[in-house]
């Protein structure tokens, strides 16, 4: 593993332990050349999958994209960040295991609308107004009545 201060090419690994979630291994590695310590994650990643976006573009899965949106929908809803972990972990096992080399960005985008809803409907309505494009305030009062008459059933 490259040291990020110095770029070494060789570190050792100081300690290992599973994450919270039993997801990742978390490692402590030390810089052999400067003698730094720093963190890596290490995930199990089953296959390689491309992602179509929008105009046939394609681009690999990225996890840190995932957790980039989730985080920003959920910003300041207090949401424990493990419910989280485990809403991403699960997206990311669904899109692996599908059998599909390439998923439609679309997929993913209601894999987390779902997942959201289940979880909080204020993030679920932040995620949503950006990725079904809201454009106008009516967009909003529209879609948080759908959501409203969904949860009195």
């Not at 919270?20 to 590695?29: G, L």
């Not at 030390?30 to 199990?44: D, H, I, K, L, P």
């Not at 950006?130 to 106008?136: I, K, P, T």
């Amino acid at each position: 593993m490259r040291c990020p201060f110095c770029a070494h090419d060789d570190s050792q690994v100081k300690d290992s332990r599973p994450t919270e979630d039993n997801a990742s291994i978390r490692r402590r590695r030390q810089c052999s050349s400067c003698g730094a310590r720093f963190t890596t994650f290490e995930r199990v990643q089953l296959r390689e999958v491309v992602v179509v976006k929008s105009g046939d573009r394609r681009e690999p899965f990225d996890r840190s994209k995932l957790e980039h949106s989730v985080a920003l929908a959920c910003r300041k809803r207090g949401i424990e960040q493990e419910r989280l972990d485990q809403l991403i972990s699960g997206i990311q096992r669904q899109v692996e295991t599908s059998g599909e080399a390439e998923v439609p960005s679309a997929h993913i985008g209601e894999l987390v609308m779902e997942g959201l809803r289940q979880i909080d409907s204020v993030a679920y309505i932040r995620f949503a107004s950006v990725y079904r494009d809201f454009s106008e305030a009516r967009d909003f009062e529209e879609f948080a009545s759908t959501v409203q008459d969904a949860a009195r059933d």
